[in-house]
């Protein structure tokens, strides 16, 4: 593979006015502000792969550079998972080396969550001989395996790159996986298929070193579906599926999203595009953010601070002016779905006369066992394709009529239910502290035991309601657009001993109703006792809603009393 390190000279980027240092390098200066963009400076982290294959897989976890070990291997979806026996209280207090495991995370890049029978397939293959049988569906449409060793890596990367995956800037200050309707080409009501563009742009950009040193990772996502199913409010940039009144249909752009501690929507440009200039546009935004963000503090390094700071109306002019070089088309927002869920769960007739049966695990936790059965069952019963969901669920795609029953049984026997109860459709978890070095809690056996007491509690509970489980305040799971989102944290008990628990946010929402949700430093929850917290608050809903009253709507109306 060639080396990157010094193998671009940057574009010439339009000057910025002089202030205060940012570390944009539009502003002039690349002097690197911190030790993050020190290390990328100092040597491009597309190039740890080589190492990786050369050195480290020889010679074992110990070879590894720091900077390498804990910065550029994230470039290649890889980070060092966190050892065992650490409990939340110490996540802030000990060094990254002492958290560190010598196992690791890997993310595999499935843009648009599209994958084929001998590519899940393959994932199993490397959950079961690599990765102790691990396997998590993420919220960017990814699977994750851990126990990872880096012996193995080139091995486990062979085997992906031979069925067309890669885990090519999986993580790291790139462009991550591109979400993508998983229904996209197939539901009857898409208003346009954005897949060509989203294959363009991961084909001619990802690995690339005009994008491999950005400020912060960058989040997209393409869809044309009337659903809204890619969380657009909450990506750096977002093209979503319009029909202009005059040209038909294309995308509206949406730029600058992101949660995290500092949760931000992304705002609307105002333009519509075609398919055919959704790759321009892209590469004109994420250009704007490798000239203008902000690199001084990673803290505020995320575009949506620049959006923040610049404004809808300023971002369109100078995508325009200095990067695309003409005139964007104004357009219309999307309009907003009679139907508000976005999840694909269930059984649905595909515009060719098949159907796709969509399943839910629990949030996101599979095994490589079960995604051997999955990718049987998908080519026993259609064509073999599956597509993952930004909601940690999967897609059988391509099942004819008569299949469906057979298919939908066999999933279910699996763990993979097509018909499940609101509690198991509506919860997301993150990776939690059993393998993550940022969280405080354990998120996805939470979870699991949330779901299954109220199911047994509540079995006849009918009403949307979504659970959104953090180990830490970083969102990844999107806590603070949930119904009842979880932030983890370490509390005192009563007799003065610390334990597992959670901030409880109420009454967020995406959508028509797009709101941040209500919190109260006050309203906390001890782990154990959330599953009586969440049934208290499902049979106060019921009991006090207004006729089609959503509970996001209605714990954003009642008094904070009511919510304990």
């Known amino acids: 593979m060639t080396d990157v390190s010094t193998s671009t000279t940057r574009p010439a980027r339009p000057a910025r006015q002089a202030g205060k240092a940012t570390g944009a390098w539009a502003d002039g200066d690349s002097t690197p502000l911190n030790h993050n963009e020190q290390f990328k400076q100092d040597d491009d982290g597309l190039n740890v792969r080589q190492r990786i294959i050369d050195d480290y897989s020889r010679h074992g976890f110990s070879s590894i550079a720091g900077d390498d070990l804990r910065g550029r291997m994230r470039w290649w979806g890889l980070y060092t998972q966190r050892k065992p026996g650490i409990d939340g209280g110490r996540t802030a207090t000990l060094d990254p080396s002492e958290l560190d495991d010598s196992y690791f995370m890997l993310r595999i890049r499935s843009d648009g969550g599209a994958l084929s029978g001998e590519q899940l397939r393959t994932i199993a293959g490397i959950s079961t001989d690599f990765g ?9 449409q990814n699977i994750q ?31 991550r ?25 991961r084909d001619t950009f990802i690995g690339s070193p005009e994008f491999s ?29 319009v029909v202009h009144p005059e040209h038909g249909p294309g995308f ?6 992101g949660l995290s501690t500092n949760p931000m929507f992304a705002q609307r440009l105002g333009a519509w595009v075609p398919l055919e200039e959704v790759a321009d546009v892209w590469v004109g935004v994420v250009s704007i953010f490798r000239d203008h963000g902000y690199r001084r503090l990673r803290t505020r390094a995320r575009l949506k601070f620049l959006m923040a700071d610049w404004g809808p109306e300023k971002f369109r002019q100078v995508l325009e002016q200095d990067y695309l070089g003409r005139a964007l088309v104004d357009g219309p927002a999307p309009e907003q779905p009679s139907d508000h869920r976005r999840d694909h769960v269930g059984v649905h007739a595909q515009k060719d006369g098949l159907s796709w049966v969509g399943v839910t695990p629990v949030g996101g936790r599979v095994s490589g066992e079960t995604l051997a059965a999955v990718a049987d069952l998908a080519s026993r019963h259609g064509s073999g ?5 930004a909601h940690q669920n999967l897609l059988v795609l391509d099942v004819p009529p008569a299949r469906v029953g057979p298919l939908a049984a066999a999933l279910d026997a699996i763990g993979l239910p097509s018909a499940p109860s609101e509690f198991r459709r509506g919860v997301l978890a993150c990776t939690g502290i059993e393998f993550c070095k940022l969280a405080l809690v354990e998120t996805k056996a939470r979870a699991r035991t949330v779901v299954e007491e109220l199911e047994q509690r509540l079995p006849d509970f009918a009403a949307p309601l979504t659970i959104h489980v953090n180990g830490c305040p970083n969102s990844c799971a999107r806590f603070q657009v949930a119904d009842i989102g979880l932030k983890g944290l370490i509390m005192t008990d009563d007799a003065g001993e610390s334990i597992e628990g959670f901030q409880v946010h109420l009454g967020g929402s995406l959508g028509e109703d797009t709101q941040l949700a209500r919190k109260t430093r006050q309203l906390r929850v001890a782990a154990d006792d959330l599953p009586d917290y969440v049934e208290r608050l499902a049979v106060r809903y019921l009991d006090q809603k207004d006729e089609d009253e959503s509970f996001a709507r209605w714990a954003r109306r009642v008094e904070e009393a009511e919510l304990r």
Request: with cysteine; proline share 5%; charged share 25%.
């Open 145 to 175: 395996l851990h126990w990872i060793r880096i012996e193995d890596v080139p091995q486990i990367w062979d085997r992906l790159e031979s069925v067309g995956l890669m885990t090519t800037e999986a993580c790291g200050d790139t462009p």
């Open 177 to 201: 996986v591109i979400l993508g309707s998983p229904v996209a080409g197939i539901a009857a009501d898409e208003i346009i298929d954005g897949t060509s563009a989203l294959e363009y742009i």
């Open 213 to 241: 040193n950005l400020p912060r990772k960058f989040k997209t996502a393409i869809s044309g579906s009337p659903s809204l199913d890619v969380a657009h409010e909450a990506n750096d940039i977002s093209f979503v599926g």
């Open 385 to 389: 394709r599956v597509r993952l969901t």
């Open 132 to 140: 102790r049988g691990t396997a998590d569906i993420t919220d960017r």
């Open 252 to 257: 509206d752009v949406w730029v600058g999203g």
